[in-house]
């Protein structure tokens, strides 16, 4: 099977490691619209700590990498003939088997962590429409819609320690590969509509490797050299069931998580689990931006604040749209799109205030001074706490102005949910 598709395959085996998941950063989306910059901004920060996982560490921890040797009191936990009935009730061209590892990864996602779940079926409001047009587009299955929040939690500014970035993980050699385009002012990996776009393009090329959405998942997820290797070990059998032990530990997992998170994406009504609203608008439509223009120029023109276009817009890197050869795309919430077209005159006038220094090219750098201040919110000094009974990862870094991600790379803790209290730990 693999020779007859050696040229493909060797394209996959050095783009196919783009996938692996590792840690990712806060994100920045928003609620609508605040009453000023300010308030909106801080009630951002405030809605993204309590609501949306801080690091890919903690997603992991919370969602896919799961101690199975851990012993859990599910009092809710339903007769295992339920869910098997209900997973057989899905239609769907992605085999999705029940066994235990999946039933403790079900109970996960709809006992112990529902109010996790919520917020994602929130998110997703937003987010799967855009998700379910290209994989019909390009005739992939639906329910490969998952994908992304067992990636990336629904986070579209998402990064790995690695570097891979966005919704659906992308390295930038494979999103290049792809044709995305990653410059000083673009970055598609962290853009949904296009990201999405390749994401479909590279499991249908896994999909004509192996013949199996299960293996796809997996190659996507760890690299199709790991799932070929896992292959050879298991006697050159193609079930992923027959490889599971030869899989890195997180691809084990990611198996039952897509399996898990399908149902109960699917079934979250039958666990009382509502969606919260999504941060962000819903309702939104796109403008065609034909000149170079700041964020800034739109954001002091029709009263919209800043972060709600960089929220909608989170693959322009440095708040520019750089539309000097061609046409762009702006993402805009549906009554400000109305108020763009109306005053696009007036925002384009603003140009030579905000855009005077990237004039002469679009490649123009900023220089460091400039990137000091673009990124001068995220530095603090360093200071020292003294871990507290109750205390958790989420919250202490909450009250510092970081992220769980930074503390528990700047101390070396790898189980964010063991704590030693009066233990002191380093915070910048």
Same mark, same amino acid.
């Given at each position: 099977?693999?020779?007859?598709?050696?040229?493909?395959?060797?394209?996959?085996?050095?783009?196919? *490691?783009?996938?692996?998941?590792?840690?990712?950063?806060?994100?920045?989306?928003?609620?609508?619209?605040?009453?000023? =910059?300010?308030?909106?901004?801080?009630?951002?920060?405030? $809605?993204?700590?309590?609501?949306?996982?801080?690091?890919?560490?903690?997603?992991?921890? +919370?969602?896919?990498?799961?101690?199975?040797?851990?012993?859990?009191?599910?009092? +809710? *936990?339903?007769?295992?003939?339920?869910?098997?009935?209900?997973?057989?009730?899905?239609?769907?061209?992605?085999?999705?088997?029940?066994? @235990?590892?999946?039933?403790?990864?079900?109970?996960?996602?709809?006992?112990?962590?529902? *109010?996790?779940? /919520?917020?994602?079926?929130?998110?997703?409001?937003?987010?799967?429409?855009?998700?379910?047009?290209?994989?019909?587009?390009?005739?992939?299955?639906?329910?490969?819609?998952?994908?992304?929040?067992?990636?990336?939690?629904?986070?579209?500014?998402?990064?790995?320690?690695?570097? /891979?970035?966005?919704? $659906?993980?992308?390295?930038?050699?494979?999103?290049? !590969?792809?044709?995305? +385009?990653? @410059?000083?002012?673009?970055?598609?990996?962290?853009?949904?509509?296009?990201?999405?776009?390749?994401?479909?393009?590279?499991?249908?090329?896994?999909?004509?490797?192996?013949?199996? $959405? *299960?293996?796809?998942?997996?190659?996507?997820?760890?690299?199709?050299?790991?799932?070929?290797?896992?292959?050879?070990?298991?006697?050159?059998?193609?079930?992923? $069931?027959?490889?599971?032990?030869?899989?890195?530990?997180?691809?084990?997992? &990611?198996?039952?998580?897509?399996?898990?998170?399908?149902?109960?994406?699917?079934? &979250?009504? =039958? &666990?009382?689990?509502?969606?919260?609203?999504? %941060?962000?608008?819903?309702?939104?439509?796109?403008?065609?931006?034909?000149?170079?223009?700041?964020?800034?120029?739109? !954001? !002091?023109?029709? @009263?919209?604040?800043?972060?709600?276009?960089?929220?909608?817009?989170? &693959?322009?890197?440095?708040?520019?749209? %750089?539309?000097?050869?061609?046409?762009?795309?702006?993402?805009?919430?549906?009554?400000?799109?109305? !108020?763009?077209?109306?005053?696009?005159?007036?925002?384009?006038?603003?140009?030579?205030?905000?855009?005077?220094?990237?004039?002469?090219?679009?490649?123009?750098?900023?220089?460091?001074?400039?990137? /000091?201040?673009?990124?001068?919110?995220?530095?603090?000094?360093?200071?020292?706490?003294?871990?507290?009974?109750?205390?958790?990862?989420?919250?202490?870094?909450?009250?510092?102005?970081?992220? /769980?991600?930074?503390?528990?790379?700047?101390?070396?803790?790898?189980?964010?949910?063991?704590?030693?209290?009066?233990?002191?730990?380093?915070?910048?």
């Amino acid at each position: 099977m693999f020779n007859k598709m050696k040229n493909k395959f060797l394209l996959l085996l050095v783009v196919g *490691t783009a996938f692996t998941s590792t840690s990712f950063a806060k994100g920045e989306t928003t609620p609508k619209l605040a009453e000023s =910059a300010n308030r909106y901004d801080s009630l951002l920060s405030v $809605w993204y700590s309590n609501n949306v996982f801080e690091s890919y560490d903690n997603f992991v921890n +919370e969602f896919i990498d799961i101690d199975m040797s851990e012993s859990y009191n599910f009092k +809710e *936990t339903l007769p295992d003939s339920v869910y098997i009935k209900r997973l057989d009730m899905l239609a769907t061209e992605v085999h999705l088997p029940y066994n @235990d590892v999946v039933k403790r990864y079900i109970e996960v996602y709809t006992i112990r962590n529902r *109010t996790q779940m /919520a917020r994602l079926m929130g998110l997703s409001q937003y987010y799967m429409p855009i998700f379910e047009q290209e994989l019909d587009i390009q005739g992939i299955p639906d329910e490969l819609k998952i994908i992304p929040i067992i990636e990336s939690g629904l986070n579209p500014k998402a990064m790995s320690r690695v570097g /891979a970035g966005g919704l $659906w993980q992308f390295m930038m050699r494979t999103g290049k !590969s792809y044709g995305l +385009e990653v @410059d000083s002012y673009v970055d598609e990996r962290y853009d949904p509509v296009e990201s999405t776009r390749v994401a479909c393009e590279f499991m249908k090329d896994l999909y004509k490797i192996y013949g199996d $959405w *299960t293996l796809v998942i997996a190659a996507y997820n760890c690299g199709p050299g790991n799932v070929n290797k896992a292959i050879r070990r298991a006697g050159n059998s193609t079930s992923y $069931w027959d490889i599971y032990d030869y899989l890195p530990r997180e691809t084990r997992n &990611h198996i039952p998580a897509f399996i898990a998170a399908t149902y109960a994406y699917t079934f &979250h009504k =039958a &666990h009382g689990i509502e969606p919260i609203s999504p %941060p962000h608008p819903i309702a939104t439509d796109t403008v065609m931006v034909n000149k170079m223009m700041h964020f800034g120029q739109i !954001s !002091s023109t029709i @009263d919209i604040p800043i972060e709600v276009i960089r929220s909608l817009n989170p &693959h322009y890197k440095i708040d520019i749209i %750089p539309a000097k050869q061609t046409a762009y795309p702006l993402i805009l919430p549906i009554e400000d799109c109305i !108020s763009f077209v109306d005053q696009e005159k007036n925002i384009y006038a603003k140009e030579e205030e905000y855009l005077a220094k990237y004039a002469h090219s679009k490649s123009a750098t900023l220089n460091n001074e400039e990137r /000091a201040k673009i990124y001068k919110q995220n530095y603090k000094a360093s200071v020292t706490y003294k871990i507290k009974s109750g205390d958790n990862l989420g919250s202490i870094a909450q009250k510092h102005g970081t992220t /769980a991600n930074k503390i528990m790379q700047l101390n070396g803790i790898t189980n964010p949910r063991r704590l030693k209290i009066g233990k002191v730990i380093n915070i910048k």
